[in-house]
């Protein structure tokens, strides 16, 4: 596995601050993902020498570094393909060729697929229902190549990073391999073996620190609570602010009256949870309130004991080993996650040693993972009719934040896990409404636009907003899971 490689703030250090923090490119991605023209050296000697406003400073920039092409606002297009026949359309479109590293991005060796806008490299759990549409349109090759780079990541790394950049590989994101696996074809005993490999790798990274665990404590993405249970919790090793964002966080941090380190990594844990950001992470109104390390989330740990079962299903003694740890992990979010007044999983306050009382969407993993009860399914199905489920789909929480990870936007992956989770407990009457009012929500964005965005607002069936950055179009995992809906629906 590679040694931790070094990010562009830790490269260009006063540079990059001084370009982050003063917004010299707008998007605090497009400088992560520059180019250097010449040697870091060279560059920060001229820097060194350096003295201007923010119009020079950008000048400084652009004679230093190659920038990437700029994402700018599309304005509604015509188009003469129905909405399905889009979606299997722009598969090339998205489709990239293998890459070599260079400057912040990590080497990619297979053609793979990207979520479309600023995001310019492939991601984690964005490939996962990404895979889904690739899979309904024929393209195994496209899907396969997907896995391939995800098992040369794990292998490289230990893991699967956030997304292939050199910012991103201290954290990681909802841990989907196994789920990847499971729609291609394994039959070939080598395949098999290396991607069940690369499975108990990952494990083991999400697992570490577990030996010095002693009760009510914590080290790096694992918790014992004071029963003895273990659990785990999205973490990320460095205090500092995401390079992609540096600026936006360094301004959260002054804002808060916690150590500025404190707020950094739970901002970082934020985003490796893929629901960057939510309510669910908060405190308060504020994002300086972030508490992300502090909680125990319903769906991470839903999909580690999906992971911990693909692994205990190759058998043998190993095999008995991953399967006491899933039945110890279910037994545990059992007994410490389900909030019976809610009628719901809901995530674990390590502070409060009590399961919260917030509902959302992430109360379906352990429907879609299969470590809820028939009681608990047929409980949240009740609670998703009475108070989740929204005009245009899925609502992602009940509170209004201006994050993104909140109402009024609903997205495209949480919308597949509600509708699978329910459809495996026999819930298939709700599942097709949600699958039906999200895809009416593309389907009329997408007449009016042309486009298919990464966030929808779900309550007036238009464009998502709110965040860090505007809604993107491309866009990977929305074409997947509308075209699984759209096709499971037919069936």
Not at 18 to 28: F, K, N, P, S, T
Request: proline fraction near 5%; charged fraction near 20%; include cysteine.
């Amino acid at each position: 596995m590679s040694q931790s490689v070094p990010t562009p703030a830790e490269l260009f250090g006063p540079l990059f601050s001084a370009v982050q923090e003063r917004r010299i490119l707008g998007d605090g991605k497009a400088f992560v993902d520059a180019v250097p023209r010449w040697s870091v050296a060279d560059i920060m000697a001229a820097f060194d020498r350096f003295e201007g406003d923010d119009s020079a400073l950008r000048q400084f920039v652009d004679t230093n570094f190659i920038l990437p092409p700029n994402v700018s606002q599309v304005t509604a297009t015509a188009t003469s393909l129905p909405l399905r026949e889009h979606i299997r359309a722009m598969w090339p479109a998205l489709a990239r060729d293998p890459t070599q590293s260079e400057a912040s991005a990590l080497a990619v060796r297979h053609r793979h697929v990207v979520p479309g806008g600023r995001f310019r490299e492939i991601y984690y759990w964005d490939s996962f229902f990404t895979m889904l549409g690739l899979i309904r349109d024929g393209e195994i090759e496209l899907a396969e190549g997907i896995v391939n780079a995800m098992t040369d990541l794990i292998e490289e790394h230990g893991h699967v990073p956030n997304g292939a950049r050199t910012y991103f590989v201290g954290r990681s994101q909802p841990p989907l391999f196994h789920m990847m696996v499971a729609l291609l074809d394994n039959s070939e005993p080598a395949v098999a073996a290396r991607r069940l490999a690369a499975m108990k790798l990952e494990h083991a990274w999400w697992m570490r620190g577990t030996a010095s665990l002693q009760r009510g404590s914590k080290a790096k993405r694992v918790v014992m609570l004071s029963d003895g249970s273990i659990l785990n919790r999205y973490w990320d090793p460095r205090g500092t602010p995401r390079d992609e964002s540096w600026g936006e966080d360094v301004e959260t941090a002054r804002t808060s009256c916690r150590p500025a380190m404190e707020v950094y990594r739970d901002l970082r844990a934020g985003a490796e949870s893929g629901w960057d950001f939510s309510s669910r992470w908060l405190d308060g109104p504020s994002l300086s309130s972030i508490r992300t390390t502090t909680l125990v989330p319903v769906d991470l740990n839903a999909f580690l004991y999906g992971l911990e079962k693909a692994i205990a299903s190759s058998g043998g003694e190993e095999g008995a080993i991953y399967g006491a740890w899933a039945e110890a992990r279910r037994t545990a979010m059992h007994r410490h996650m389900w909030n019976d007044v809610l009628g719901c999983f809901c995530d674990y306050d390590l502070v409060a040693q009590a399961v919260r009382a917030q509902p959302t969407a992430a109360a379906l993993a352990p429907l879609l993972s299969g470590l809820a009860s028939q009681d608990h399914a047929e409980a949240t199905a009740r609670l998703v009719a009475h108070r989740l489920v929204a005009p245009g789909g899925l609502r992602t929480s009940l509170v209004v934040s201006g994050e993104q990870w909140d109402v009024p936007n609903g997205w495209a992956p949480l919308q597949w896990m509600a509708v699978t989770g329910l459809r495996r407990f026999g819930q298939n009457d709700l599942a097709n409404a949600i699958a039906r009012r999200w895809i009416g929500t593309v389907e009329s964005v997408f007449a009016d636009t042309g486009l298919i965005f990464e966030k929808y607002d779900i309550e007036t069936c238009s464009v998502g907003s709110g965040g860090e950055y505007t809604a993107q179009i491309g866009f990977g995992w929305t074409n997947g899971v509308t075209a699984d809906l759209i096709d499971s629906l037919s069936v």
